[in-house]
């Protein structure tokens, strides 16, 4: 999970575009009110998507989904199992 | 539905007796449709959208829909007005769901029939209008806010303004709040004039707005939600009715000059009616269109799920992009039918106002800009919309 979690770090340093230093967030920070745009979201889907080596279904392509780093490692979590079983 | 339907009915007559007639002054003069807007007002059109229980119409939004598109038929300045105040009302209605914004709806909408304005774009922002520069200010329940505002739609008319801002000064660009200010707390000093090829009597000139109200005032949904939820899709809906109002008025008038021509030669069918019958297979393209779109909109409007998907956001600023294309597409059709007669500005025909008009929907807020939205969001979004 720490492991997740340090990964989504490195993807939202590199694509989120945030105002603040990603290391200050907590896991359920909000990161719309951290300055996540809308467009960023996008880049963000992305980047996620090609680190994790994912695709995100229709039903979680929604702003709640990348609300937090806990929400991004939750929906990652569960494309993982649902990929294994 | 009865009462609803009445409010269809009243549309129409105030159109045919008192907005259409008033469409060329207001037009050629580029001033507020003032007596327009009393007729709205005395037969309480203005809150057709509020819940009943508020002392509204409690219409659904294709009926408000075809309201607009009746009064964009007959006045594109006023349609579009109307169809503006109604995105602000739609966005209460929906997002104001706290006891002052009852009240307001319930007291200044349908009570006194205000007029709501909206001052989302900022200047700064490159067009931008989900980031903010300015900043609401709170102190002791109050808060103040102060916002150059390239535009604001009626702004002088308006009893009420929606602004956007950051939620607080320290907040992000993109962390946006909405926020009623209502007058007397609102001043809005003009910055800058508005003499336009179309819509002239929206009276949208720039002004610094000042407000002072209570933070209660302060919607308590993210600015994101509300604009991605009401905000977009309503303001897409409602003008893209006003504009097939627009076209249809341009095709009524071909219409209407090719049966004259008929007239004249009995059992000779004019070659304008080839081109007639093609510009009405582009009318019913469109009528479809906004029919269609409306259902959709009004079968999920209570389901944040597809509310929030980004298919849905794709189809509704494809509806903004075909709309306004369509506009200027049947528009032009029926001038290529009417000829020299549609080309002259002193004609009865009116197809000069209603080309200037048309050309104003993929302007304002740019067609490129929506479509750079959607291309982006189609980097990730799965299916077509």
Known sequence: MAETDDQIRQVLSEHAKLPVDVDSLGAQTDLYAAGLTSHASVNLMLALEDAFDVEFPQSM?????????????????SLVTAAAS | MAAVDGALERARVVARDVVAPAADDVDREARFPKEALEALRAERLLSVLVPERLGGGGASL???????????????????????????????????????????????????????????????????????????????????????????????????????ARRTPDSPASDQVLVLCQRPGLVLEPISGWDTLGFRGTCSLGFVLRAEAPTSHILPEPYADISSRTMLPVSHLLWSHVWFGIADAASAAAQGFV???????????????????????VRLQFEALIRHMARRYEEISADLDALDQMSFAVAMNSLKVAASTLVVDVVGRAMQICGMAGYRADSELGLERLLRDAHGAALMVNNDRILANSAHLLLVAREAG
């Open chain 2, 259 to 281: 049966r004259a021509l008929a007239r004249k030669q009995p059992g000779v069918t004019p070659p304008a009616a080839l081109r007639l019958a093609e510009l009405m297979t």
């Open chain 2, 62 to 164: 294709p009926e408000v829909a075809r309201v607009a598109e009746v009064l964009g038929r007959a006045c594109a300045s006023t349609g579009m007005i109307y169809a503006m105040h109604q995105i602000q009302v739609a966005c209460l209605v929906r997002h104001g769901t706290t006891e002052p914004f009852y009240d307001y709806l319930s007291e200044e909408v349908a009570g006194r029939q205000a007029l709501l304005a909206s001052a989302t774009t900022e200047v700064g922002v490159g067009g931008d209008v989900r980031t903010s520069l300015c900043a609401v200010e709170e102190h002791d329940g109050r808060m103040r806010l102060e916002k150059r505002a390239p535009v604001i739609s009626y702004g002088q008319q308006a009893d009420a303004v929606l602004a956007t």
């Open chain 1, 61 to 77: 392509l929604r702003k709640q989904t990348f609300q937090s780093i806990a929400s991004i490692r939750d929906a990652l979590d």
